[in-house]
């Protein structure tokens, strides 16, 4: 593929209509519902569960390190299966799998060692699920509105992520406990694989049925034939790396969070989920304008627009403490008010730059995976996916634990800075490396 090249509309394989009049794509939003609520319920149960039983950053980035290893390990293999394997049959046994991880947490939960093991099995069959639903998309929505419906995935993900990590996490681990939590995201998997199961025609337009790679020559075949192909395309480079970061970046902080939670904002763990949700509406926001900027400037435009401001806004949380400090010198009524209602003030102000960051992370994720759908291979798109996600997982790994160590050593805001300045750092690096990375590649695949 040329770079700038596009590729013909796949109008022709999906016919134009309301993205919620089609059957297919509502079966798989709620597919995606579903298991996102119990995986991101999952994922906070768990940090509560770590952080409760051990107070240690490092301890929380080493759950996080179970969940993103599997990445590193299968996920281009997960790639290679989503192309050349039935879409549906795949993402039926991930769901499924996960049902079953979700009763061995139910089981052996109470050694925090074997929650770390069945992290790693819940997190590697999760790695098969996510390339085949976002290469199953074009098959089911026409070209045209791929970036609409790339949208309301999306906003599907955050609404799953809000009754997820806002309502069923915190209700059962203020309650019940982590025990009844695991076997309601049980059934909430089971559930969606029983929604997959009425999807259809999601291989309509594989130009050819391959057998999976084998491991080892073939995979490693496979990873350079993919990492080629986004090369030579400069929009989708820059879609996948400012994806790629921007998600890290989130991933990584996840690790601070006990600390900057008690240091900067003078809050529980447990009420991390209610500082942060006012990023929800920055998320809709930007998942409303999105597709409408898309169309105006282009996307791969929307997504660089999108990280620039995702960096500020990141950035911003690191002066938390600065901005309140200036806010009380105001000695404003306002600041009184918020005060008196037992709010802290450090709270309030990073719940206000929650949205702006959920708005321009929102602007990135919908318009890079437009990027992908429209101009990437359609016989390559689940690999080009779950490229994206090993980087990710790469990206995080050792940051994970030396962001775990200094948050133990120096202030979490001061971690914070840091993260954001070496997110900046490798944009710009990689912007300049692919210049001549492009110009030492054959000009098609």
């Given at each position: 593929m040329q770079e700038g090249q596009l590729l013909r509309p796949r109008s022709d394989i999906v016919q134009a209509g309301p993205l919620l009049e089609n059957r297919r794509f509502v079966s798989l939003c709620l597919a995606r519902f579903l298991s996102s609520t119990a995986q991101h319920a999952i994922y906070f149960g768990l940090l509560i569960v770590v952080v409760e039983r051990t107070g240690s950053s490092i301890q929380s980035g080493l759950l996080i390190f179970s969940f993103l290893l599997p990445g590193v390990l299968t996920g281009l293999y997960a790639g290679v299966v989503a192309d050349r394997s039935p879409k549906r049959l795949v993402m039926f046994f991930s769901q499924g799998l996960r049902a079953v991880a979700c009763l061995a947490f139910f089981l052996w939960g109470d050694s925090l060692w074997r929650l770390y093991a069945v992290t790693l099995g819940f997190a590697t069959v999760a790695q098969f699920n996510s390339p085949a639903e976002s290469a199953a998309v074009p098959a089911i929505v026409p070209y045209e509105r791929l970036a609409s419906a790339n949208a309301l995935l999306n906003l599907t993900s955050i609404l799953a992520q809000g009754v997820g990590m806002l309502a069923l996490a915190p209700l059962f681990m203020k309650t019940v406990g982590e025990e009844p939590l695991f076997i309601v995201a049980a059934l909430l998997f089971a559930g969606a694989a029983f929604v997959v199961t009425s999807l259809s025609g999601l291989e309509a337009g594989r130009v050819r049925r391959e057998r999976p790679a084998a491991v080892g020559g073939g995979l490693t075949e496979e990873f350079r034939k993919v990492w080629r192909t986004i090369l030579q395309d400069s929009e989708v480079y820059s879609a996948v790396v400012q994806l790629t970061l921007a998600t890290t970046a989130i991933l990584v902080l996840v690790a601070v969070l006990p600390h900057y939670l008690s240091e900067v904002l003078d809050t529980r763990v447990d009420n991390a989920a209610f500082v942060f949700a006012p990023a929800a509406i920055g998320l809709l926001a930007g998942l409303r304008?999105?597709?409408?900027?898309?169309?105006?400037?282009?996307?791969?435009?929307?997504?660089?627009?999108?990280?620039?401001?995702f960096l500020v806004c990141l950035a911003s949380l690191g002066f938390v403490e600065e901005f309140t400090g200036l806010m009380r010198d105001q000695a404003t009524p306002f600041t009184d008010a918020i005060e008196w209602t037992g709010l802290s003030l450090e709270a309030t102000v990073a719940m206000a730059l929650s949205i702006p960051l959920g708005f321009a992370f929102?602007?990135?994720?919908?318009?890079?995976?437009?990027?992908?759908?429209?101009?990437?291979?359609?016989?390559m798109l689940g690999r080009i996916f779950a490229m994206q996600m090993v980087l990710g997982s790469l990206a995080s790994i050792i940051p994970l634990f030396i962001v775990g160590g200094l948050a133990e050593l120096l202030s979490a805001r001061i971690v914070v800075s840091l993260v954001t300045a070496a997110v900046l750092v490798l944009a710009i690096y990689s912007h300049l490396w692919v210049r001549r990375q492009v110009e030492a590649l054959p000009r098609a695949v």
């Open positions: 304008l999105a597709p409408w900027l898309g169309q105006r400037i282009g996307n791969a435009q929307v997504v660089t627009t999108g990280f620039l401001l929102s602007l990135v994720g919908v318009a890079a995976r437009a990027v992908l759908h429209e101009r990437a291979p359609a016989d």
